[in-house]
């Protein structure tokens, strides 16, 4: 696994449903990760436009 620092100081996505998840959602756009794992409702919603997983999705891959 690889650690990546960025610097997020403006929003570059609005999570309209939660608001507070924009920055999170920044983050996952402005990095080089592969994808996001999360249990939030809000930005699982959003795993079609972007790589958003679930834990148990990651645990998957990780099996396989």
Do not use: C, W
């Not at 690889?2 to 999570?15: G, Y």
């Not at 436009?49 to 679930?54: G, L």
Request: glycine share 2%.
């Amino acid at each position: 696994f690889l650690t990546e620092l960025i610097d997020n100081n403006k929003l570059t996505a609005h999570v309209e449903a939660d608001p507070k998840d924009s920055l999170i959602l920044s983050t996952l756009i402005n990095s080089s990760a592969d994808f996001l794992i999360s249990g939030d409702n809000d930005l699982l919603d959003l795993k079609e436009k972007y790589r958003i997983i679930t834990i148990a999705d990651f645990l998957q891959m990780l099996e396989s």
